[in-house]
């Protein structure tokens, strides 16, 4: 009885996740797992709601540009492409 309960919890709690999980959650650890060299977030405007989506360089043979922000998910993470082409030119560069 009890395993059966547990099964019933896990599947109900699977299910919430599932409905509260918002498609800007999944981009931000996407970008988060991709760009590891970099702390990911979004921005708190005035108002209180969430701005722009922000990228901060913690390694430096991630990026050249300390930080990154801009409007959309996508425009962030193409941002971040560039700053890593950036990065290896550098280091290229400074051999």
Do not use: Y
């Amino acid at each position: 009885m009890a395993q059966v309960l547990s099964q019933e919890m896990t599947r109900r709690r699977g299910n919430v996740m599932d409905m509260r999980t918002h498609p800007e959650d999944l981009a931000l650890a996407r970008l988060r797992a991709e760009f590891i060299g970099h702390r990911i977030f979004r921005a708190v405007r005035a108002d209180g709601l969430l701005g722009e989506w922000v990228a901060t360089l913690h390694d430096p043979a991630a990026g050249v540009d300390p930080t990154v922000m801009c409007p959309t998910p996508e425009a962030l993470r193409a941002a971040l492409v560039k700053e890593a082409e950036r990065a290896e030119c550098k280091r290229a560069w400074v051999r």
